[in-house]
């Protein structure tokens, strides 16, 4: 018997490529992530990041150092045409360009995507300024985020949290639970719910809050998407994740 050698035939388009930075103890965000790219033609890579609790500023910060390595790690040696970095909070406490910094030291070619400047971008694309806001945090970190949102000049109409300090544990509330209590969340005139955390299971929820509630929902995986997908200029139509994805 004697080998034969073939030569290959690699294909001439790719697709575009999205590289997920996920927290090493999310549930969450892979499984949002491909709800809705699932038909999509966009190729995922996903590398996970240490993740420290009790969440805190300084935990967040100290997470944030490894960007870098972690990015790298995505398809090394190749290029990415948007990195998503998938934490909310520790986008806030290290900071956007801080973290922009990191992944382009790696993947220089790339466009950086936050779940917290995608939700400034989705609010704004709306033409929103009055929001309430739900977080799962300890009382220090939702209080942090909504200073962000304050100061991007946004009017907190309404807030209320859980108070859980271990990243794990927010993936473990109950999906119905979560919408019964963003159902009756009092939103004061609000004209936007937005609902932060990636780990978080809140964009299951999220077309039937809007009907129920008769205004705007908004969640971290969410925008997050929305704003990968826009980054890449995939205009495919989405379906049954909220009015953010009506809107080009």
């Known amino acids: 018997m004697e080998s034969k050698k073939i030569d290959p035939k690699f294909n001439k388009y790719q697709n575009p490529k999205i590289g ?19 038909d999509k033609k966009v190729d995922f890579f996903v590398n996970r990041i240490e993740c420290f609790n009790p969440l805190t500023k300084e935990n967040l910060i100290k997470m944030s150092e490894k960007v870098t390595e972690v990015t790298k790690d995505i398809l090394p040696n190749e290029k990415i045409d948007c990195v998503a970095y998938g934490c909310t909070s520790g986008t806030i406490a290290a900071g956007y360009e801080a973290i922009e910094k990191k992944i382009k030291n790696a ?11 995608a939700s400034i971008k989705a609010l704004k694309k709306l033409n929103i300024k009055k929001i309430a806001i739900f977080t799962p945090y300890s009382k220090k970190l939702n209080d942090e985020v909504l200073d962000f ?61 809007e009907k129920k509630l008769n205004i705007t929902v908004l969640s971290s995986n969410q925008t997050l998407i929305w704003d990968t997908l826009n980054s890449i200029k995939n205009k495919e139509t989405t379906k049954g994740f909220g009015k953010i994805f009506e809107v080009n």
């Open 20 to 38: 997920l930075i996920a927290l090493a103890s999310d549930y969450m965000i892979e499984k949002d992530f491909i709800k809705i790219i699932k």
């Open 107 to 117: 993947k220089p070619e790339a466009i950086v995507v936050t779940p917290s400047t």
């Open 149 to 209: 949102f304050k100061n991007e000049n946004f009017e907190i109409k309404a807030n209320s949290y859980f108070n859980i300090e271990s990243d794990i544990d927010i993936g473990k509330v109950d999906p119905n639970y979560l919408y019964e209590v963003l159902s009756k969340m009092d939103l004061n005139g609000a004209e936007a719910l937005f609902v932060s955390c990636t780990a978080l299971p809140a964009l299951s929820i999220i077309d039937k809050l």
